[in-house]
């Protein structure tokens, strides 16, 4: 035998050694042991940093394994504690992220003790982070989701004592006191002294002047911003940042503070980047909610963008790709705009309560809208410069666009009390995040995005309708990222950011609105089982920031010759129309009477 076959046996059993001991360290894993090491972790005191990152990956490994175990919610707070502990002990802003990033995961995935735990120790770390903003939002949310608990006793202690830093008086945080045992079942060991944040000067206004930050050389790849926009009503705004390409951001929520005659705002802080020229300082809005939006460089390659409001209760901000740009929802109702929404978490999909879309047992709230349904937008997908998919000498611009005036023409004649509005009524290119605005701006009780789907084997035949959800299904997120003009990443981003954009009431009714549309659209067009592709989620820039019920409708295949061929006919599009206007009419019935 050759020496080297005997050295290739020899590696061969060594590998197969440390993969049953691999396997033999994962399967010893379990829940209770891993429990019994960290407690026994938190006795040594200072530990080696890589134990608290040792543990908190197996935590999670635990956690990911079976995002539905009855113990998940459990592993997973574990393994933002140990990577809490670590912080604690060594202050690496990797741990603090790392953490946060499990806590967030918990609280927008779970509803029991354990997610309210979370919110609590996410704001311990804020605090420990000195970013008391978003610690008292936080604290807010969890009061709002969790009332009548201890996690709500020990939130209303948390915000005494920062309205007390508020006030001047530093305070001694001592997670003990903070958070009772009772309530996380773990003790902290070192208190942490907060020293009060300043209270006269403007921490939104960038203490840089414009003329010092131009004369600082700007690397090159820096993001520009190159626009502001915004999108305004009474009770909702959309202000969005044009960028040279995407950009790490922060965001922090002010409270008012009378003695630097200063109001309420909310900043978002854009990492490298500086601001072409032609881009107003000072925007004003004057909506009655927002009154401004403001920049200024904060320190070199880094600009602030702030919004002054006397009555934002709720804001969220995210960010999209092709192209690139900043979007902030920002509402004076509470929950509409998901306030504190952090920087996107990617997570296995924990439990979701999909409710089935055509039981009318799923909404405790017989009619959502009070009498009935006044207000539709209609939302012809693509336009203009963007053709959408484009097979057989058609593009699914011109489809959608008909089928939208067809069913807006449906919906007046049966209802002409209701306002159907269309987000273009030509070939015109309308941004993404301009479209939800145009709806939320209108107070529309519907929205209802329409599209011609497409696959690269030509084979798929049908229609389908989707709610704005996380998923794992490969076939929507292909249609998602279609549709978004936007890469995996992306999605993979807008996937952690939905996990509490979302209220669970509006995933309800949109589920339950899709279900309908589907239902008759499957009817009125006579489709086989194999072609109801059904309802399904997937994370749609479009839909998010509704503040109604909202869907998008794929109203067949135009990479099929079958479905081509009846798309290119008004007869079909007419046919399409009317499955999506009975499935209107169905949910409006089913939840008004």
Not at 154 to 181: E, F, H, K
Not at 285 to 301: E, F, M
Not at 314 to 334: E, K
Request: proline share 5%.
């Amino acid at each position: 035998m050759k020496e080297t076959t005997i050295k290739q046996i020899f590696a061969a059993f060594f590998i197969f050694i440390f993969a049953i001991a691999t396997y033999a360290d994962a399967q010893s894993d379990s829940y209770e042991s891993l429990r019994a090491q960290y407690d026994q972790l938190r006795l040594e005191g200072k530990a080696v940093r890589n134990k608290y990152m040792n543990i908190g990956n197996r935590f999670y490994k635990l956690y990911t394994a079976a995002p539905n175990a009855d113990y998940a919610d459990s592993a997973l707070a574990f393994a933002g504690r140990a990577y809490k502990l670590s912080y604690e002990h060594y202050l690496q802003d990797a741990d603090y992220d790392i953490a946060q990033k499990y806590f967030r995961t918990l609280y927008s995935n779970y509803t029991g003790s354990t997610a309210a735990d979370a919110y609590l120790e996410s704001a311990e770390l804020y605090i420990l982070k000195r970013d008391l903003p978003s610690a008292r939002l936080n604290l807010e949310r969890l009061k709002q989701k969790f009332p009548g608990t201890l996690q709500e006793v020990a939130a209303n202690q948390m915000l005494a004592d920062l309205q007390r830093m508020d006030r001047g008086g530093a305070t001694v945080v001592n997670n003990s006191y903070v958070t009772p045992p009772e309530v996380l079942g773990v003790v902290s060991d070192t208190p942490v002294v907060i020293e009060p944040p300043s209270g006269t000067m403007d921490i939104a206004a960038a203490p840089m002047t414009l003329a010092a930050a131009q004369n600082v050389d700007i690397p090159a790849g820096t993001a520009a911003i190159k626009a502001i926009r915004f999108f305004s009503a009474e009770e909702y705004t959309r202000v969005v940042i044009d960028l040279s390409k995407n950009a790490e951001f922060n965001k922090h929520w002010l409270k008012e503070n009378p003695e630097i005659n200063m109001p309420p705002r909310l900043y978002v802080e854009i990492n490298d980047s500086t601001v072409e020229n032609g881009v107003p300082q000072n925007i004003p809005i004057k909506d009655g909610l927002v009154n401004s939006v403001r920049w200024a460089y904060n320190r070199p390659g880094v600009t602030r963008v702030v919004l002054d409001s006397q009555s934002i209760e709720s804001f969220t901000v995210f960010q999209m790709s092709n192209p690139a740009r900043i979007v902030i929802d920002v509402s004076n109702v509470m929950g509409i705009g998901g306030a504190d929404i952090d920087e996107p978490v990617v997570t296995p999909q924990p439990p979701v309560v999909n409710p089935d879309p055509i039981n009318p047992n799923t909404t405790v709230n017989p009619c959502l809208f009070g009498l009935t349904v006044k207000t539709i937008v209609l939302d012809p997908g693509h336009g203009g410069k963007d053709p959408g998919c484009n097979y057989f000498g058609m593009k699914e611009k011109d489809i959608v666009l008909e089928v939208a005036r067809e069913l807006r023409a449906l919906i007046k004649k049966t209802n002409p009390n209701i306002k159907v509005i269309l987000t273009r009524e030509t070939d015109v290119f309308i941004p993404l995040e301009e479209r939800t605005a145009i709806a939320n701006k209108n107070k529309a009780d519907l929205f209802i995005s329409i599209h011609v789907n497409a696959t690269k084997n030509g084979q798929a035949s049908g229609v389908e309708t989707y709610f704005l959800n996380t998923t794992n299904d490969k076939s929507a997120l292909e249609v998602a990222a279609f549709e978004n003009q936007a890469s995996s990443k992306a999605i993979s981003d807008l996937q952690g950011i939905l996990v509490d954009l979302m209220s669970n009431s509006k995933r309800k009714e949109s589920a339950k609105l899709a279900g309908f549309a589907q239902s008759q659209m499957a009817a009125d067009m006579k489709l086989s089982a194999k072609q109801n592709h059904g309802v399904k989620s997937a994370p749609f820039y479009v839909l998010v920031g509704a503040t109604m019920p909202a869907v998008l409708v794929e109203t067949g295949f135009l990479s099929n010759k079958a479905d081509a061929d009846k798309l290119k006919t008004s007869a079909h599009r007419k046919l399409i129309a009317k499955g999506i206007h009975d499935g209107i009419f169905d949910y409006i019935k089913n939840i008004c009477g």
